[in-house]
């Protein structure tokens, strides 16, 4: 092929890319919106200041040394195990030294993150051409 060719294939599909991208990011409707309190929203600078997703993970998105706490809260229901658990850490979590407000927003963050979804989901089905099929709540969406 001749190099215009060449550029232009490189230009097409570099266009086609940032199309497909800008709809697949800008598409709120599988997901809706998170709108997490004033509350949570502290939790989650905790989260991110002290490096939680290095180990932890939200949704599967993070660190593998520790477990997934999308759904935590769901699995303890226990306000004060949770708390305890911030400051004591558990075998590889290190000890922090949260005050009683800091962790409370850490657990108001968990609670409200445990209301947007589960994962894993165990609903999910992939299909034969690879999309995962996911149930959430009462909505079906394909990812």
């Known amino acids: 092929m001749k190099p215009k060719k060449y550029l232009f294939i490189l230009l097409l599909l570099s266009t086609l890319f940032l199309v497909y991208n800008f709809f697949i990011y800008t598409d709120s409707s599988a997901y809706g919106n998170v ?6 929203i502290r939790g989650e600078n905790l989260w991110l200041k002290n490096n939680c997703n290095s180990c932890h993970q939200i949704y599967g998105l993070g660190g ?14 226990n306000d004060n195990y949770l708390k305890a ?3 004591s850490g558990i ?3 290190p000890k922090f030294d949260f005050n009683e407000s ?28 690879g999309w995962v099929e996911i149930q959430y709540k009462n909505d079906v969406h394909e990812n």
């Open 35 to 40: 709108h997490l309190s004033e509350k949570a």
């Open 64 to 77: 593998y040394l520790g477990p997934d706490l999308t759904n935590a809260y769901s699995f303890r229901k």
């Open 85 to 87: 658990m911030f400051n």
């Open 91 to 93: 075998k590889t979590m």
């Open 102 to 129: 800091e962790k409370e927003e850490l657990l108001q963050f968990l609670k409200e993150i445990d209301q947007t979804g589960h994962y894993p989901s165990t609903n999910a089905k992939i299909k034969p051409n």
